[in-house]
């Protein structure tokens, strides 16, 4: 199995940055699919961005522009480069991982943009 730790959530202004990490177990990572997925109370979880195994990536409208998904795979690690926030992007950020049969879950971190 694969084990994901996600850090780098915090409390911040609107227009401000963080980065998320997500640091996976093991060497596996290289061979995922990798995600991270947001979810605000009340509402589905939702994807953000994603990088496949090839370097891929894909951006959900909503963030496309404002957010950076990388992967360093020697670190067995991914990564979300987010700026300009605003209040809508608050919510628990999830990491994912996935690849046939398999799928993957972090325990989340909290993302607050508030002013």
């Known amino acids: 199995q694969v084990q994901l730790v996600e850090s780098g959530g915090g409390v911040v202004q609107p227009g401000g940055s963080l980065r998320l990490s997500c640091v996976a177990s093991?060497?596996?990572?290289?061979?995922?699919?990798m995600g991270w997925y947001r979810q605000a109370p009340g509402k589905q979880r939702e994807l953000v961005a994603a990088?496949?195994?090839?370097?891929?990536?894909n951006y959900a409208a909503s963030v496309k522009g404002r957010v950076t998904i990388s992967r360093d795979n020697a670190k067995n690690a991914v990564y979300l480069q987010m700026s300009s926030l605003k209040p809508e992007d608050t919510a628990v950020y999830y990491c994912n991982a996935a690849r046939l049969f398999y799928n993957y879950w972090g325990q989340g971190t909290q993302v607050t943009v508030s002013s």
């Open positions: 093991g060497s596996i990572i290289s061979i995922l699919n």
């Open positions: 990088i496949s195994s090839t370097g891929n990536t």
